[in-house]
């Protein structure tokens, strides 16, 4: 995610998922008195009756999503949330808060820039050498590991299959990516915010669809399906057609709101596999009366639990696959611990024990999400993710940057997951020159690609359950490809999820617990908290679930 990246990438910014109602104001814009809200209403509830009882309570409808019952609301009433709370047709309102800080950063994702230089490797880990693959994929081990080298002799995937991206936004300058990129499906429901973003690029700060001014989304569109065209990489599925759902802020924070959105859109256009690497702010974990919350804070997490579980079934009943990362917060979600993270925007952090049966960590506890973990290159559960027999679905190449103990590799950039960046992102980091050419240390993980046209792409490494999940992404996408049939009405190949993730999970290689079953990770430098217990057995366990997700099985295995 992503925190620049989070829910399941581990990077240098955190992904952050608030709740926000309506575009942020343009450069120099007044401030405005009134408050946001996103409001939810109640089941069954018709939008004029819903509206009513929002200007009842005192606030002004600003836009709608009808599909899911969600409006962005403004008032300028102090008590509106509370008037909201007693209303019987509305579920609740979600304030919207700004606290002028800039965002967090994840220290997982982007380990290796942060660790001491000197005890860095150079060895690369093993990828691939397979004929007709791209110039940096003898880089890319996840690619072997998944054996999507050898599907795509099979399949490499259909133009007619649809993988919406629903992240940060995507670099489409990239020549992998520009080769594959949708221009008419992809949208921006995420405009910046500056208390977070920084200021807008654009008048209207909404930025122009086909560009990422975070770089988590391009990474991700990478992994799925960068074009095998002779430059650069190629994706798991080089041939299948991406989609941008920018729902994430530059920052790296996902709020409600454009989420909601960008489900709603990918069901409404008929997408077919959307991939969710991120968690929804400000809540780690979204409870519907944690006694350590106030009820305005209860409240807003009804609210979010409500608009999510809705928008997944809208999407999955219009036949998208949802693919998600389970997160990196090396923990059990079955088994969650007391959350010292949230509100991670809006206020100050406080301790909140997590109650298993009452709280979710959204999307990816959510209802037709496949949970996806991550392994480093030698198969392992990397340190960071999330695991557990109650939301794993299956495992998949992710990085570990700590792989490879007592190796030349431990501890190196090949540890982790190679795929496209954006060169704006890149010069803000101070790896690439305003001239272009990647400078100094970054050298070693940054690599830059041009065609005889002149156009350029650049790559680096990034570690997370965000990298692991576009793995699987991909690999359902080829699933679809291989197996979905023509949909008459909006062209395309289509195939109902349920049978994309049974697909999915019988074609899984099986993976065994490791023996200890309780992994330590102080060797490589843990505390005990990241101590592991890997329950099951070898079909299904909460390490692996299914098992490691195998492009060319599920392509070559009959249904």
């Known amino acids: 995610m992503s925190r620049r990246f989070t829910a399941g990438a581990v990077a240098t910014v955190a992904a952050l998922a608030t709740v926000l109602v309506g575009p942020a104001s343009s450069v120099g814009a007044a401030p405005t008195t009134s408050t946001e809200y996103t409001v939810v209403a109640e089941k069954g509830t018709s939008a004029a009756v819903a509206i009513a009882a929002i200007e009842k309570a005192g606030g002004t409808v600003v836009s709608r999503t009808d599909s899911v019952g969600m409006f962005q609301v403004r008032s300028d009433r102090a008590d509106f949330a509370s008037r909201v709370a007693a209303a019987d047709a509305l579920v609740g309102a979600a304030r919207k808060q700004s606290i002028g800080r800039a965002p967090k950063i994840d220290r997982v994702e982007q380990e290796n820039l942060l660790a001491d230089a000197k005890s860095k490797g150079t060895t690369a880990a093993a990828g691939s050498d397979a004929a007709g693959m791209d110039p940096l994929d ?182 998208v696959t949802l693919v998600g990362a389970l997160g990196n917060n090396h923990e059990d979600l079955g088994k969650p611990r007391t959350d010292f993270s949230s509100p991670d925007y809006g206020a100050p952090a406080y301790p909140r024990p997590i109650d298993n049966s009452t709280c979710w960590d959204l999307p990816a506890e959510g209802p037709h999400v496949i949970g996806v973990s991550a392994l480093g290159p030698s198969g392992k559960k990397a340190d960071f993710s999330n695991y557990g027999l109650e939301q794993i679905s299956v495992s998949a190449p992710g990085g570990w940057f700590r792989d490879g103990y007592g190796t030349k590799s431990y501890r190196t950039d090949a540890n982790m997951i190679l795929s496209a960046y954006p060169l704006k992102v890149l010069q803000e980091e101070g790896s690439v020159d305003k001239n272009g050419n990647v400078v100094g240390a970054a050298k070693s993980f940054v690599f830059k690609e041009c065609t005889k046209a002149g156009a350029c792409g650049y790559y680096t490494y990034l570690q997370g359950t965000s990298m692991a999940s576009p793995h699987a992404a991909g690999v359902a996408s080829l699933i679809v490809s291989r197996f979905g049939v023509t949909d008459p009405a909006k062209g395309g190949l289509r195939m109902a999820p349920g049978q994309v993730e049974k697909q999915l999970y019988q074609t899984a290689a099986e993976h065994a617990c490791p023996e200890p079953r309780l992994q330590s990770y102080t060797r490589e430098g843990r505390s005990a908290e990241f101590d592991a217990l890997c329950e099951g057995d070898e079909e299904f366990n909460g390490f692996y679930g299914h098992g490691i997700v195998d492009a060319y099985a599920a392509v070559t295995t009959p249904m």
């Not at 256009?269 to 106030?294: E, I, K, R």
């Open 138 to 319: 003898d880089k890319l081990w996840g690619l072997s590991m998944v054996r999507s080298d050898q599907a795509r002799q099979v399949e490499p995937g259909d133009r007619g299959v649809t993988v919406g991206v629903l992240d940060t936004g995507l670099d489409a300058s990239n020549p992998d990516l520009a080769a594959n990129f949708d221009w008419s499906l992809s949208r921006n429901f995420a405009p910046d915010l500056t208390d977070v973003d920084g200021p807008c690029e654009v008048a209207s700060c909404l930025d122009p669809v086909g560009t990422d001014d975070g770089g988590h989304g391009t990474h991700v569109a990478g992994t799925i399906g960068a074009a095998a065209n002779g430059f650069g990489i190629s994706g798991v599925a080089p041939n299948v057609t991406l989609v941008e759902l920018k729902g994430g802020q530059d920052s790296g924070y996902f709020f409600l709101d454009p989420v909601v959105n960008s489900l709603v859109h990918a069901g409404d256009v008929g997408l077919d596999v959307v991939n969710m690497s991120f968690y929804v702010d400000p809540w780690l974990y979204n409870c519907t009366a944690n006694p350590a919350d106030s009820p305005e804070a209860q409240a807003e997490q009804q609210v979010i639990i409500e608009a999510m579980n809705r928008a997944l079934n809208y999407a999955h009943d219009r036949g």
